[in-house]
């Protein structure tokens, strides 16, 4: 029913930036809490950073300062920004939306296909 698409990945080298985008399509009412995870190879999936629908956000420390998570309501889009980034992001990035699909009661839980980010000189 509700489909997550992300975009922007690719390789940079270190101190590089990349922007991630990610849109929701399908019988969607409302995307409420948005928020990127990654996981490296070997490692478990680890939050990133979050956007709740009011704007507020929330980052991993290790991020803090060089990501910034966006969001187009509207489009039903969030977005992720990476500045200065080195060998430890390298990892495939995932997409996840809370979203509440017409007609539905409560909000059911989304994660889009990942994307590969790859930091290397």
């Known amino acids: 029913q509700v489909q997550l698409v992300e975009s922007g990945g690719g390789l940079v080298q270190p101190g590089g930036s990349l922007r991630l985008s990610c849109v929701a399509s399908g019988s969607i009412f409302s995307a409420n809490l948005m928020g990127w995870y990654r996981q490296a190879p070997g490692e478990q999936r680890e939050l990133v950073a979050t956007?709740?629908?009011?704007?507020?956000?929330n980052y991993a420390e290790g991020v803090k300062g060089r990501f910034t998570i966006s969001r187009d309501s509207a489009k039903n889009t969030v977005f992720l920004q990476m500045n200065s980034l080195e060998s430890e992001d390298t990892a495939v990035y995932y997409c996840?939306?809370?979203?509440?699909?017409?007609?539905?009661?409560?909000?059911?839980?989304?994660w889009g296909q990942g994307t590969q980010v790859t930091v290397s000189s």
């Open positions: 956007i709740a629908s009011d704007g507020r956000t």
């Open positions: 996840n939306m809370w979203v509440r699909t017409s007609f539905a009661e409560y909000d059911s839980n989304y």
